[in-house]
């Protein structure tokens, strides 16, 4: 087996001679395997690796420590746009970014998702513990996709940041327009097994039979035809652009950098204010506490 890592140490890629399966993981545990733009790239980089090699047909995503990932790192959300100083001073600026700013660094990240849509190899999702904001898009987007009953699923950035976040045109498409709605205009985090009976996922299981039945349909997908699976993946990216993606390269970053300038009224939630006065891990606590809205008692 080869094996290569980012220079950070948080995303590795293994190729196995003759097996025609590479993995790609996620390795930041203490964040819960989310992402900052470094990571991002360089997952993209070793999907650019992986979609190269004649001899992979097979791409297997995963977490380290049982979780996928809970997206991108909220630790710093205007980190994403790069730090302006001030004057003079040398310090960060604390203005938000402009929006040519923000429509520069979202058409780059929305790339990334248009092309793990639209990518030549076949793509197989490891889902245990978390799949929430980019790391929820990801687990839609595999083509074979493994997730655990317990996994918490959702785009809970919808609660500070508003519901036109994300890859529309594939939320309606995978989910449905009903849950799609729901989950982008509610921000609930769900748990998958709440869903298995939508067939949103391709298989559901106990969360000890992830990594086995994910080993399991890369090893079954891998034995296709190389080129059989390079024709059809094309094939089935036309299909979708024509019937459900139809805008969406633009409309994802674009919806995301004008839905990220939002002004918020009195008593609505303003994530990034709360995490400036309290921090992240109490803007987080703070956050669910607004949005919590008791079930009715009925009789």
Sequence with gaps: MTSSSAADGRVHYDA????????ITLDNPARRNSYNATMRDELARHLDRAAEDDDITVVL??????????????????????????????RPAKSRPSQRRRLTVDRKSFGFYHHLLGYPKVTVGEISGYALGGGFEMALMTDISVI???????????RFLGPALGSLHMFFHRLGPVLARRMLLTGDIIEAGEVEHLGVFTETCD???????????????????????VIAKEAFRLVEQSQAYQGEEVAGYLLHAFGTNLQFAEGEFNFVKTRAEHGTREAFRLRDEHFHVPEPDLP
């Design 16 to 23: 196995e001679p003759g097996g025609r399966i590479a993995t």
């Design 61 to 90: 995503l995963r977490g380290t420590e049982g979780v996928f990932s809970t997206g991108a790192d909220m630790n710093n959300a205007y980190g994403w746009y790069g730090e302006r100083t001030g004057s003079g001073n040398g």
């Design 148 to 158: 655990a009953r317990d996994t918490d699923i959702g785009m809970p950035a919808t």
């Design 207 to 229: 969360p000890a039979a992830v990594t086995a039945r994910a080993r399991y349909w890369a090893e079954k997908t891998a034995k296709m035809p190389a080129d059989g699976v």
